[in-house]
């Protein structure tokens, strides 16, 4: 642990939900969940309204639509909409140190030791925390974040999870243990379910009970490496850095489109460039992989991914495509698909190719797929999904409510305007089409 508390995490709060609400003026203050809307999705996100109720991440689409009143809004992902805003918070971050190191989309750690100039006195990092807060609601449109400041990542990230939401806990030095001790198990990382039953069956609830346990029975517990892990958090026992850089484990390229795509061959085209773009930064690296590794999103937000490992690493762009490909026609494209990726993992420094393979194979196996038949198109309303941005010819901007029966409901609103009108369309009426997300942002405060 560090002498002074100059470790911070933030963690924006309900984040994909926030981001709906901000855009969706109709849904501030109303359960909104997000997530795979179909008969088999899972929540990503739910609003603090939603949480109320009992939706939590992890959970069913069809759990939380149980458990949510009639009117809660259940939505699909606009994941270009949560990268814009998660972008503008991270530089916020970088203002503050050159240390920072996200951890997701929506949660990030900062070493405010490493900047230089800042008062890392409790009532200075406060402060700091404070304007911070500030200006990412300011610079979000709204979107709020709680912070945790402490000695050592641990206890930055316990304290930010103290007081949600848009909370703010400093844990002064020294007093790391009055703070840990008290709070369950399940607060510590690595903590899951398993662990927690088995600590639970030798009568251990909280990091006080965990921290009286000696360490060899921990580690006759957990494992070594677990057990000696848990041995020390239960201490608070912390020292890892902020690392701003991490080593890369894969390569990967990823697209997210404006409509979904269902036709094979537009698809494999695409799947051609971004194995491209990929082979060209394994070799600027000097790296090669031995797993190739298929991503699609679909229309109702679930996600699946599909891969094949190779005997020998590679770096070669058309035995990736090649493969992606073949993956892809495995999968199917039923529904459409709203993201598709291309990775490659099993990094190594070196490649060695297939010393007898035929140097067209690849391109022979890239053409039998393009042959195959595309999928059938869905029908119309299957073109749009809840929560999609839409613009229609003569009534602007917004949003779809729903779908089916051929038909589909938009309500036409945005972050700047107050809640919109709602008008159900035939589904394929030719004023209608896929949207950008809005910006959020008032014209003085620029693009």
Not at 260 to 265: G, K, N
Request: negative net charge.
């Amino acid at each position: 642990m560090r002498r002074e508390a100059s470790v911070l995490h933030l963690d924006l709060d309900a984040f994909f939900a926030a981001v709906e609400q901000r855009d969706k003026p109709s849904l501030r203050g109303r359960p909104v969940v997000v997530g795979g809307t179909g008969g088999r999705g899972v929540v990503a996100t739910a609003s603090y309204e939603a949480r109320a109720y009992g939706a939590r991440s992890a959970m069913s689409t069809a759990e939380a639509r149980r458990r949510c009143p009639s009117g809660t809004a259940f939505l699909g992902g606009r994941f270009g909409a949560y990268r814009r805003t998660s972008d503008v918070v991270m530089e916020l971050l970088r203002e503050l140190s050159p240390l920072v190191e996200p951890v997701s989309i929506d949660e990030a750690y900062v070493d405010l030791a490493a900047a230089g100039g800042h008062d890392l006195s409790v009532d200075g990092v406060t402060a700091l925390a404070r304007d911070l807060k500030a200006r990412i609601a300011e610079a979000t449109g709204g979107v709020t974040g709680s912070v945790g400041i402490g000695s050592s990542k641990l206890m930055a990230k316990i304290a930010s999870d103290l007081d949600k939401p848009d909370g703010l806990v400093v844990v002064a030095p020294g007093t790391e243990l009055d703070v840990l001790h008290p709070l369950p198990v399940t607060r510590l990382g690595g903590v899951g379910p398993a662990t927690a039953e088995r600590l639970r069956q030798v009568g251990v609830a909280t990091v006080a009970q965990l921290a009286a346990k000696s360490l060899p029975d921990l580690v006759a517990l957990a494992g070594r490496a677990h057990g000696t892990g848990l041995y020390q958090l239960a201490r608070a026992d912390d020292d890892r850095p902020v690392v701003a850089e991490r080593g890369a484990k894969s390569v990967s390229q990823e697209s997210t489109f404006e409509r979904d795509l269902t036709d094979l061959s537009e698809l494999n085209r695409l799947i051609d460039s971004m194995a491209t773009r990929v082979g060209e930064r394994l070799r600027s690296s000097a790296l090669s992989g031995r797993t190739v590794t298929l991503k699609l999103r679909r229309y109702d937000f679930t996600t699946m991914t599909r891969s094949q490992t190779l005997p020998q690493p590679t770096d070669d762009a058309r035995q990736v495509a090649s493969i992606a490909r073949r993956l892809l026609a495995e999968a199917g494209t039923g529904g459409g698909l709203r993201l598709v990726g291309v990775g490659v993992s099993g990094l190594s420094q070196y490649a060695q190719g297939d010393l007898f393979a035929d140097d067209d194979a690849p391109q022979e196996a890239t053409e039998a797929v393009v042959e195959e038949p595309a999928a059938p198109e869905p029908p119309a309303d299957r073109r749009w999904w809840p929560g999609q941005d839409v613009v229609h010819d003569e009534l602007g901007p917004g949003w779809v409510w729903g779908r089916g029966l051929g038909r589909v409901t938009v309500r036409f609103e945005g972050p700047l305007t107050a809640p919109g009108p709602v008008r159900t369309l035939a589904a394929d009426d030719p004023a209608l089409h896929p949207g950008d997300p809005p910006d959020w942002r008032p014209a003085t405060m620029g693009a």
